[in-house]
């Protein structure tokens, strides 16, 4: 067993050589110029006086505030929002597709908007950071909390628990760890996103730091600084990651994202409103309410009435360029969601299959998951310029992992005893390839899938923003600078009908493919 | 409430899933009627789904029956009844985050004994089923026979009157069940509380049981009740005798043509009463 460990180790560890390797073959003995891929051994003197100088410490201290701020604010309001929807098993149907659906929907579309209302400081950024946490929380929480398993709670009823003991001493209890989850979730999408809010528009911080060093091309400080935000990341996944794992004594509970929660349709009475239905007044009741506010209070310039929303939205439907700008990022989407698919379900079965591989190349494969991409963005735009090729290459480094996560996990989860009685019926390695373990690796590629899209579209769309000329994020970029409020929105919420669209047709595709997985 | 007042009882109740008129609607337990006496161990055994695990549900006001009525000590039945019912499940009902301890003092803490009082009492009912060394084991790091052991001392702490164990055992294995039978049987005649036992093993009702109540497939009714004269605690001997095993053809000639056709219906729906009770209002029950 110790041997078997050091085995892995050795193996995690003879892949980082491997990559720093293959690195330096590249840098010194091909033709691309210093310039664009510096050396690890130039990196590394870099790196050095970095640290020991100190000079990351005003960029790393206001990224830390952005987002300390940003987390405490998603954590509060997404817990006090949860313990109030989960208290009703009707509000769950009601809100808990809601969250999910916006959840879809790429938060950093929003940016541009943020930028308009708070400025370039850290307001935008702890704004961001707050909203893209806020709902992998208050998704857990509301699934952790609506889960509970029965048993305990009739347990406690028979013994006579009073409701607060049941939330305090059984419902929070038993949820903890898709909590906990939740919470590391949210903490890492809110130091992701942030970095990526600092990298498109910002004064400071280490995005702004990582952003500016690539514009002056100053290459070999730019990986320093890029290594040590990589540190950073990891030292505060691994810092979650043990709270987590001294939070969940008992083990085997652990949910990344819920959004099965309503697939159980049970018996609609009569008496109340159809979920559904209650869902759509809710969204009717924020438009009108933002209409009213923005015809009362709101300046022009800044915010925009829904209906004059839709009238814009009219308006660039007739627009040659919305058009072939919406097209071109749909294109992109597209090639960067099939390289991601091919890429994502090869690499995902060669970890999973084999216990060897999945213990030792798993945990690279988190770590990459949990790699702060944004600041490498600069990257791909020095390897693939500004055309579509760095936004498709940006977008399948976002939408492969949720990929390959989801098949690994997928294959893992087959019972042996199918494995074994379909040896005992003879089957060899590829009919049980075929008829075992795809069938049963179909459900949770569904949901690799569906993930890996609204990934590879946040990828396309930060690439975007980032820096192009075309493209969907471009033109966002352009509405915010000019002033048109009413574009930027109508925009966004095309944008958003896509990703809740394409969101729905992966998750439709879900269930029918897989109506035996109960 | 007098000697002859039975511990509980049971009048013509009737527990149905679904609106009347609708044709999903299950009738799981029709008109069943028992009284139960003070100190006596009823068993109930019958088909899956006759509708023994609800009648355990509606004597311990875990759910409000569609009609009839059910009283505990001569007072009818409107909710739980903590002070006076207890309960052994059949899953795993130990709370994963608590050590055994704690779980004991939780359902103390529930059911509302001083904060000073619960220790004492928890150790004391651990030592009852010798499991006073793992106080501090957390449920996982139990066997299946130590889990329903812990979980019968939670039941214990709470010093109720009646305990209702809902096939308690069914998950462990035979030698094992055969065993924690026995200990039962001696805290039985030790403590003299009143058991309705719910199980699917012939052999267990007729050992544990003074009576035993056979149901019938769905809709579940009492079908017959088996009276087994034996004095608690019992033992090996009792195991290996010929009573045993002429109860037990007789049972199984009872049970078998109902078995027959449970076998023949369609599974029941996962939605029972018990599963939906902390959160209000699914709406659509009766």
Same mark, same amino acid.
């Given at each position: 067993m110790k041997g078997l460990r050091f085995a892995h180790r050795l193996v995690q560890l003879g892949f980082l050589v491997l990559v720093a390797l293959v690195w330096q073959i590249t840098a010194i003995g091909s033709h691309v110029s210093p310039l664009l891929l510096p050396p690890p051994a130039a990196v590394y003197r870099e790196f050095l006086p970095l640290l020991m100088t100190g000079v990351f410490w005003p960029d790393l201290k206001v990224t830390l505030y952005e987002l300390s701020v940003a987390f405490s604010i998603a954590a509060v309001a997404a817990s006090s929002i949860s313990y109030v929807v989960s208290r009703s098993r009707y509000a769950i149907r009601v809100f808990d597709p809601l969250f999910a659906g916006i959840f879809a929907i790429p938060a950093i579309l929003m940016y541009p908007l943020y930028v308009l209302f708070f400025g370039l400081g850290p307001a935008s950024k702890i704004a961001i950071g707050a909203t893209i946490a806020f709902f992998p929380i208050v998704l857990n929480t509301i699934s952790g909390l609506s889960r509970v398993d029965s048993t305990y709670v009739t347990a406690a009823r028979s013994m006579g628990a009073s409701s607060l003991q049941m939330f305090w001493s059984v419902m929070l209890p038993a949820a903890f760890p898709i909590i906990l989850t939740g919470l590391r979730m949210g903490l890492i999408l809110a130091f992701l996103s942030i970095l990526g809010a600092e990298t498109i528009a910002s004064f400071s911080g280490l995005g702004?730091?990582?952003?500016?060093?690539?514009?002056?091309?100053?290459?070999?400080?730019?990986?320093?600084?890029?290594?040590?935000?990589?540190?950073?990341?990891?030292?505060?996944?691994?810092?979650?990651?043990?709270?987590?794992?001294?939070?969940?004594?008992?083990?085997?509970?652990?949910?990344?994202?819920?959004?099965?929660?309503?697939?159980?349709?049970?018996?609609?009475?009569?008496?109340?409103?159809?979920?559904?239905?209650?869902?759509?007044?809710?969204?009717?009741?924020?438009?009108?309410?933002?209409?009213?506010?923005?015809?009362?209070?709101?300046?022009?310039?800044f915010i925009s009435p829904p209906s004059r929303v839709l009238v814009a939205m009219l308006g660039l439907a007739g627009r040659k360029d919305v058009i072939a700008a919406v097209a071109l990022t749909c294109w992109e989407l597209t090639v960067a969601f099939a390289f991601s698919l091919i890429i994502g379900l090869t690499v995902g079965l060669i970890v999973g299959l084999h216990r060897?591989?999945?213990?030792?190349?798993?945990?690279?494969?988190?770590?990459?998951?949990?790699?702060?991409?944004?600041?490498?963005?600069?990257?791909?735009?020095?390897?693939f310029g500004i055309g579509p090729a760095s936004k498709i290459a940006f977008g399948v480094s976002h939408g492969v992992f949720p990929i390959i996560m989801a098949v690994a996990a997928g294959v893992q989860n087959i019972k042996p005893i199918l494995v074994t009685s379909a040896r005992s019926m003879g089957a060899n390695r590829r009919q049980i390839l075929i008829s075992i373990v795809f069938p049963h690796l179909l459900p949770s590629l569904f949901t690799g899938m569906r993930l890996g899209m609204s990934a590879a579209l946040l990828g396309v769309l930060l690439a975007e923003l980032y820096v192009s000329q075309s493209g969907v994020g471009y033109l966002t970029g352009m509405f915010t600078q000019t002033f048109q409020p009413q574009n930027l929105f109508a925009l966004v919420a095309v944008l958003a009908a896509i990703a809740v669209g394409l969101n729905e047709l992966c998750r439709l595709s879900e269930s029918r493919f897989s109506q035996w997985h109960v | 409430m007098t000697e002859a007042t039975p511990a509980i009882r049971v009048q013509g109740v009737t527990q149905a899933y679904g609106t009347p008129g609708d044709a999903l609607r299950v009738v799981a337990l029709e008109s069943a009627s028992l009284a139960v006496a003070r100190g006596e161990l009823v068993c109930l055994i019958g088909p899956s789904g006759c509708g023994k695990s609800t009648l355990l549900n509606l004597m311990g006001g875990l759910s409000r029956p569609a009609s009839g009525e059910v009283w505990i000590d001569g007072e009818p039945v409107t909710g739980?009844?903590? @002070?006076?019912?207890?309960?052994?499940? !059949?899953?795993?009902? %130990?709370?994963?985050?608590?050590?055994?301890?704690?779980? &004991?003092? *939780?359902?103390?803490?529930?059911?509302?004994?001083?904060?000073?009082?619960?220790?004492?009492?928890?150790?004391?009912?651990?030592?009852?089923?010798?499991?006073?060394?793992?106080?501090?084991?957390?449920?996982? @790091?139990?066997?299946?026979?130590?889990? !329903?052991?812990?979980? %019968?001392?939670?039941?214990?702490?709470?010093?109720?009157? &009646?305990? *209702?164990?809902?096939?308690?055992?069914?998950?462990?294995?035979?030698?094992?069940?055969?065993?924690?039978?026995?200990?039962?049987?001696?805290?039985?005649?030790?403590?003299?509380?009143?058991?309705?036992?719910?199980?699917?093993?012939?052999?267990?009702?007729?050992?544990l049981a003074d009576r035993v109540a056979v149901f019938s497939a769905r809709p579940g009714r009492i079908k017959q009740i088996i009276s087994v004269n034996e004095q608690h605690p019992r033992n090996r001997s009792f195991m290996a005798s010929q009573k045993i095993s002429q109860l037990r053809n007789e049972l199984y000639e009872l049970l078998h043509d109902e078995i027959r056709r449970t076998m023949d219906q369609p599974k029941l729906d996962p939605g029972s009463p018990s599963s939906s009770t902390f959160t209000v209002n699914e709406g659509g029950k009766t």
């Open positions: 702004h730091q990582i952003a500016g060093l690539a514009e002056n091309m100053d290459t070999a400080r730019m990986f320093a600084y890029i290594v040590f935000v990589l540190l950073i990341a990891f030292l505060l996944n691994f810092a979650v990651s043990f709270a987590e794992a001294r939070g969940r004594r008992e083990g085997g509970l652990s949910v990344m994202s819920s959004g099965r929660a309503e697939s159980a349709v049970g018996s609609i009475t009569k008496t109340i409103l159809h979920p559904a239905v209650a869902r759509l007044g809710v969204i009717g009741a924020i438009l009108v309410a933002w209409e009213a506010g923005a015809r009362m209070f709101g300046d022009p310039l060897f591989t999945r213990s030792s190349l798993y945990p690279i494969i988190l770590l990459l998951y949990a790699m702060p991409l944004a600041t490498v963005l600069p990257l791909f735009v020095i390897v | 739980p009844l903590p @002070q006076k019912v207890a309960y052994v499940f !059949q899953e795993n009902a %130990l709370f994963p985050w608590r050590t055994v301890l704690d779980n &004991i003092k *939780l359902g103390m803490a529930f059911q509302g004994v001083p904060q000073a009082d619960r220790e004492p009492r928890a150790r004391e009912s651990l030592q009852a089923v010798g499991l006073s060394d793992f106080a501090d084991h957390y449920p996982g @790091q139990l066997s299946g026979g130590m889990k !329903q052991r812990a979980q %019968l001392a939670r039941a214990l702490g709470l010093r109720t009157e &009646i305990l *209702l164990m809902d096939e308690p055992f069914a998950a462990l294995d035979e030698q094992t069940r055969m065993v924690l039978g026995e200990d039962l049987s001696v805290l039985l005649a030790r403590t003299g509380k009143t058991i309705v036992f719910v199980t699917h093993s012939l052999v267990e009702a007729i050992f």
